[in-house]
């Protein structure tokens, strides 16, 4: 069974004075609609944030601005030192530090599971196809999947794959993770073995933000969470103050809504 | 009414499987430049780049929307005015490849744009360059896509080099007109290398369905 009870904080402390991610103003339009409004954020090296929200609230678009799969209009990005410039060399370097796990996993389906994960290593790092094996082995190992290397994505079930796309993320050694609904497209059975691998990630001191409604796993692992709406952090508190007394209405209104039936 | 006379066919066997190696030849030099063309032009599209992006559109419509006959008769025709000299055979090669070309990017472009936004998100994500993502992300599932679709426009190039005859270059078409004004046999010529053709098409066919196979065939 999962444990709801929190963390052991003492394997899990937050350096409070090193910076590794600094939203300042972030302003994001789709077309004619404020998708991102005034958004300033700062995360800490180690510190693990759960964004939650109803759909539409900018949650995904948010976590996507950090490593520019998302153009902002306004504000800026700061990822590990790096300020965030519109090319492609400022980019890359902002993307060499965070890696993402995505919704619907996005594994390369004609690829093994270990090219999906020494790929990057190769054309990026530009190791040669044995060093970078050995690393994918390590990571897949870490996310206990290492038996699978030589099948293909679709060979796999919905949490493994998910497990892959970690493990695929951490090949490149990023400072920060983004978590863009994980669980969300899994079966139910698999929930748990994706958030087991999350947790542990936490437990190693990962820097994490997490798009999720997976609440037990706010609880456990979150230091902040973070409740949006209409484009605005509306709301952002220690996760036990979260859940037992949500101070905003439509903080209120969604768990409401999402806690009804669990 | 003549008697039909097979004869001549059997007499000149030797020349018309020469010229089902030449036709074979002639055909896969069109179907793998054709290749390239398609997989460069997607690539130049997909920049979005409007320096890049415009000639490739404006040679696809070119080339779709006229002739392959007058295309062929153009390069062999015009090429020489510009001082370029280049055998039949060559240039029907160098015909086939842009034809080919053409239809190529059209279908391979449809294959690209079905790969899920995903695929490459994930890619960039990961730090790949736009190249990268085309070259090592985008380019297997898309053509694996298509892969039927690039297949037959493939036979129809193999059929299209017949045109090529009226070129002069080496190939089956070419032969059997030759032994036709020789002998005045059509029927006979004409009914065997139809034989011919089908026996070309079955071969690049199954040629093809094997490097599908080895290269396109991953669990999805």
Partial sequence: MQNTSPLNTASMSVSENETLIELKNINKWFGGFHALKDISLTVNKGERIVLCGPSGSGKSTLIRCINHLEAIKDGTITVAGKEMANDAKSIDSIRREVGMVFQSFNLFPHLKIIDNCSLALRRVKGMQRDEAEVIARKYLDRVHILEQADKYPAQLSGGQQQRVAIARALCMEPKVMLFDEPTSALDPEMVKEVLDTMIGLAQDGMTMICVTHEMGFARKVANRVLFMADGQVLEEAAPDEFFSAPKHERAKAFLGEILAHN | ?220
Avoid at chain 2, 136 to 143: F, G, R, S
């Fill in chain 2, 1 to 220: 009414m003549n008697q039909l006379d097979f004869g001549i066919v059997i007499e000149r066997w030797d020349e018309l499987l020469h010229g089902v190696a030449l036709t074979l030849a002639l055909s896969t030099a069109g179907i793998v430049c054709s290749l390239i063309i398609g997989v460069i032009g997607v690539a130049m599209h997909r920049t979005k780049n409007p320096l890049l992006q415009a000639p490739v559109i404006a040679f696809v419509e070119l080339i779709r929307n006229t002739p392959f006959l007058i295309q062929l008769f153009f390069l062999f025709f015009a090429l020489p005015l510009l001082g370029v000299r280049l055998n039949p055979t060559i240039t029907a090669i160098i015909a086939l490849a842009i034809n080919g070309g053409a239809y190529s990017i059209e279908i391979i472009r449809g294959g690209v744009e079905s790969i899920p936004r995903g695929q490459i998100e994930a890619g960039a994500a990961l730090g790949l360059s736009s190249t990268q993502i085309f070259r090592d992300i985008v380019l297997i599932p898309a053509l694996r896509a298509i892969y039927p679709a690039l297949s037959s426009q493939f036979i129809l190039l193999t059929l299209t080099s017949s045109v090529c005859s009226s070129i002069s270059a080496s190939e089956l078409t070419h032969f059997a007109q030759r032994i036709e004004s020789e002998t005045f046999r059509s029927f006979e010529v004409y009914f065997t290398i139809t034989g011919l053709y089908l026996l070309i098409s079955w071969l690049i066919m199954t040629a093809l369905s094997s490097i599908g196979r080895r290269h396109f065939s991953y669990p999805n």
